[in-house]
């Protein structure tokens, strides 16, 4: 039962743990399957989850290095999994690096979390995009950081708030600790940072001197356009932390992410990585289906999968959406951000909808600020297409009741 008051823990725990507050164990993901259409959660879809290639990549690892794909294995994590992707970022992201610079973790979750615990210390500066990633905004928030947001529009990072931001900030004489950047099919808006911005975040990071922090969990689920280019090559890997994840393009219940930086911050942030190399055994399944050409074809297949979904879901949107409601049209990854006019209220919407079995993610949750009251996170990853245009059928209804 979470926050319960227990004495031993209310007079002993750290600030970081107070500050996390208590969290009940999340319900199985098996019970979303349950709804009529799940629109919150940014779960890959379930009928793509690769189990015949992950079956063959375990017993290929298993051949292949016999006991030692089931012991312990080094700090910064399994070296058949650093070469793999080290040959994936050079062919893919263009990320050219080498073993000292990359560190394996659980999830870019983990990744995040390693960052947050190297940079800040209570009362620093986090300069975030806002809407972002729920997990960093808790995230940042059990670090004592005090938050400056920089919206995000149609073309990514609103760069003139993020010079305004830093010039404010110097002019009192204050440094942000880092900033955080999801520049590809942002978390939770869809939108992509365009080259322009891209090129004013690294010289605006550069001339204020504060590290950046690059998510890029969904990178490979590009549907249109051609890639940008990374923070991470455009800063030439110069006070970078490039992040990404396989939960996207292979699995979320692989558990595997990296973060990609230069040697001396790799060291660092192994250093606070107590739990020692991210599972020795996952991983190695993960370098087989990496080596053997099994990613490259699975992204491939998820971008053509996902890319009709979206369009499924665009279609239902233009189809059953009242004036006045807007969203955006994501070039890749899970999101699609629908904003609607003041007079609704997000938290309403959505507990009526959850109450029908159609679950969004509402607004707040991904401001550190008291925002998104009129906004929602929709996605096109898990449900079926029949569960999307029935879904959207419902939301619509609502909205307009409400209008
Ligand atoms: C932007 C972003 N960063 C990080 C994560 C965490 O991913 P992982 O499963 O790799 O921990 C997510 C997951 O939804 C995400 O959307």
Sequence with gaps: MP?????????????????????????????????????????????????????????????????????????????????????????????????????ITAGASQAVGLAARLLIDPGDVVISEAPTWTGAVRRFAA????????????????????????????????????????????????????????????????????????????YDLRYDGPQAETLYTLADGESVIYMGTYSKNMAAGIRLGWAVADAETIARLTALKLEGGTSPFASQVAAEWTRNGTLQAHIELLRTHYRAKRDVMLAALDNAMPEGVRWTRPQGGFFIWVTMPDTVDVTELA???????????????????????HEFRLSYSYPTDDE??????????EISQRL
């Design 143 to 218: 670090h004592g950081a005090e938050v400056r947001e920089v919206s995000v529009d149609h073309d990514g990072t609103n760069v003139d708030e993020l010079e305004a931001v830093l010039a404010d900030l110097a002019a009192d004489g204050r440094r942000a600790s880092m900033l955080y950047i999801l520049p590809n099919f942002q978390n939770p808006m869809g939108v992509t940072t365009t080259a322009e911005r891209r090129d004013r975040i690294v010289a605006l990071a550069r001339e204020h001197a504060v590290p950046i922090i690059e998510d890029d969990a969904y």
């Design 351 to 373: 507990g009526a909808l959850a109450a029908q079995g159609v679950q969004i993610s509402a607004g707040p949750g991904f401001y550190h600020s008291d925002s998104g009251h």
């Design 388 to 397: 999307i245009i029935n879904g959207i059928e419902m939301l619509g209804r």
């Design 3 to 103: 926050n319960q008051s227990i004495a031993w823990l209310d007079e002993l725990s750290t600030d970081l743990s107070k500050r996390s507050g208590s969290s009940a164990a999340r319900p199985s993901m098996r019970n979303v399957a349950n709804s009529v259409a799940f629109l919150s959660g940014g779960l890959p879809d379930p009928r793509e989850l690769p189990r015949d290639t992950v079956v063959a990549a375990t017993a290929g690892a298993l051949e292949l290095e016999g006991e030692w794909a089931l012991q312990y294995g080094p700090s910064t994590g399994d070296p058949n999994l650093i070469a793999a992707l080290l040959d994936k970022l050079a062919r893919d992201q263009g990320i050219e690096a080498q073993p000292e610079n990359i560190l």
